[in-house]
């Protein structure tokens, strides 16, 4: 394991959402576990007129985010992580002399023998990201000469490739791309990560990762609510940039990838760039009009509650055109993946949440069994993200008896099982790489902006393009019915349930 050096992490935005939601609870459970170094320092830093004490109170010791994930033997503990927090009110605005917050950093470092390490995390709007890197650099707090500097900085980052660009020249003016750390939570998430370990730690699924045994990828996220409390924001983003252009293009650029040289950053961000960049981007109407699909989830019951449309939610235009359903069909110019489809779909009020990858097998080239069952019941290989993480192996047995009916079985492995084993949640990980600076799974700026670069254009044909649609689905179901439309000729979407295993058992009735 990485030594985790002294240091203090300065989280600006702290009075807000992020900050008690998920980023405390998690450093709380890296200091329970012990990953967190002997001397370490949380400096919250915002506009809000809070002390020290108001800030423990806030974040830590009334925290329902963080009772409400304790045990009983935590709370002791609790008391003890608390002492680590401090604050500093910045005033009215974030774009000020950040001297006196440098002089408190400097003194909690003489303190605590931090070492001048310091992680600076931008949970703020982007728009004030380039000005806090400035106002950092004015007092040098972005020099490595003694000690290590680090920028993290939250998503959304960009708007469209052209604010993208400009946001990485901002920050890259002050902070080195080396320093820099662009945070996507689902690159935490363990079973993300196993795409890896399950492509090229195994014999059993590497030669066969191509087009020559591969028919077709499909990757669904779905989730169960709607845009809830974040109507204005989500109105002026939609599915494609919330969901698609960030989380996941990067899982689509982990199946992608060659294998690296190495299982070290950069070699795996370099690979994950060059995937990135081989996805064919579609320029022609024609094409974009039969490869992508936009929808909006309307007024439905569920479980015999009326659930609001879209656009009666909070904050939404009444005759807004922003998508809660995309879905996408592309293909990779390299040839690994050559004319193998790729479909890819997120979307909002779906029948459960769930997100997951399904590597579509091609069948047997000469099917002896063809009239025993087996049609269209190809080999595959389902890896579950979220809920009920998992892998599940789809394959054809024989049913006992006379002749050759086949049945197509289950192999599965469940995270669950790993009893003893403690999986960390995203941002346990995440913030523990960065703290030992290593950059695995943080977005480099040309994979960023290699990314907007295909989703750019789809964006402009549903602004601009002619005779473009926003279809409709009940909020509840698997979106509108003519996105099976995109896989004609192969079949339909896999609609999962909660549960990996999709026996009868465990179908979702939608």
């Not at 008690?20 to 990953?35: E, I, M, Q």
């Not at 400096?43 to 004490?53: A, F, I």
């Not at 235009?317 to 996408?328: D, G, L, M, V």
Request: charged share 25%.
């Amino acid at each position: 394991m990485n030594k985790t050096e002294n240091q203090m992490l300065i989280i600006f935005g702290a009075s807000g959402d992020l900050t008690a939601r998920k980023l405390v609870p998690a450093l709380f459970n890296l200091f329970r576990d012990g990953h967190v170094p002997d001397n370490f320092v949380v400096l919250g830093v915002s506009r809000s007129n809070l002390t020290d004490e108001a800030f423990r109170k806030k974040v830590v010791l009334e925290s329902e985010y963080l009772k409400n994930k304790a045990t009983v033997k935590d709370f002791g503990l609790i008391e003890n992580f608390s002492k680590n927090l401090f604050y500093e009110d910045l005033g009215e605005n974030y774009d000020t002399s950040y001297s006196s917050l440098a002089e408190r950093i400097g003194d909690l470092n003489i303190e605590f023998s931090i070492g001048n390490n310091y992680i600076f995390y931008l949970s703020t709007p982007p728009s004030l990201f380039e000005a806090i890197s400035k106002n950092l650099t004015e007092q040098g707090l972005n020099d490595e000469t003694e000690g290590f500097k680090r920028l993290i900085v939250e998503k959304p980052f960009g708007y469209d490739l052209e604010t993208a660009k400009n946001l990485n020249k901002g920050i890259q003016k002050y902070f080195k791309e080396s320093q820099i750390y662009r945070i996507d939570h689902y690159l935490g998430k363990e079973t993300v990560q196993n795409l890896l370990v399950t492509r090229f730690a195994n014999s059993i699924f590497e030669p066969l990762w191509n087009r020559n045994y591969i028919h077709h990828v499909e990757i669904t996220n779905a989730e169960s609510n709607g845009v809830e409390l974040r109507g204005g924001y989500y109105d002026n983003s939609g599915a494609l940039r919330d969901m698609f252009q960030n989380h996941l293009l990067q899982i689509v650029s982990l199946i992608v990838m060659e294998p690296p040289i190495a299982a070290n950053a950069q070699e795996i961000r370099n690979e994950k760039v060059k995937a990135l960049r081989s996805l064919r981007i579609m320029k022609d109407e024609k094409t974009l009009n039969e490869n992508t699909i936009r929808a909006q989830y309307v007024s439905s019951k569920i479980n015999g509650e009326v659930v609001k449309g879209y656009r009666e939610e909070k904050d939404v235009n009444p005759e807004s055109k922003t998508e809660t359903y995309a879905a996408i069909k592309f293909f990779v110019d390299n040839w690994r993946w050559k004319d193998v489809p790729f479909y890819v779909r997120t979307a909002k009020r779906m029948p459960t949440k769930v997100t997951e990858v399904v590597i579509h097998f091609k069948s047997p080239h000469h099917q002896i069994f063809q009239d025993s069952g087996m049609l269209n019941k190809a080999n595959k290989l389902i890896i579950r993200i979220q809920p009920d993480e998992g892998i599940l192996i789809k394959f054809g047995v024989k049913v006992p008896g006379q002749g050759f009916k086949v049945e197509r079985a289950n192999l599965d492995f469940y995270y669950s099982s790993l009893q003893e084993t403690h999986v960390m949640e995203a941002y346990e990980r995440l913030l523990l790489d960065a703290m030992q600076g290593d950059a695995t799974l943080y977005a480099r700026a040309d994979e960023v902006e290699a990314a907007w670069a295909f989703v750019d254009p789809i964006l402009d044909y549903w602004k601009n393009g002619k005779d473009v649609r926003v279809h409709g689905y009940s909020a509840g179901a698997w979106g509108p019915k003519n996105a099976d439309e995109l896989i004609e000729g192969i079949g339909t979407w896999r609609n999962p349930s909660e549960n990996l295993a999709d026996d009868p058992g465990y179908c979702v009735i939608c």
